[in-house]
């Protein structure tokens, strides 16, 4: 049987805390060596910020099929997302 909080999670209704997404801030920061505007959205982060940045996070996380960078055409913003 399945606890509550792994249903919730699974089902993307928790959302990650502040100083999670603080930590996940920084240390996306350091990769992309640029600030950068960080949204936890249904489960997914999602890194605003210049292209060059959207594709270093890319890079580094190339291997994980849940990772992507892409121009939202409604935001005029690049993002990585990274779904969790």
Sequence with gaps: MTSLNDFLKKEKLVEMSDQQLDKIKKMWEAKAKEKLEIEDIKG?????????????????????????????????????SLEM
């Design 44 to 80: 997914t982060v999602y890194a605003f910020g210049s292209e060059v940045a959207t594709l270093r996070l890319l890079k580094e996380y190339r291997t994980n099929k849940k990772a992507r960078a892409d121009y939202s055409t409604n935001m005029k913003k690049f993002y990585f």
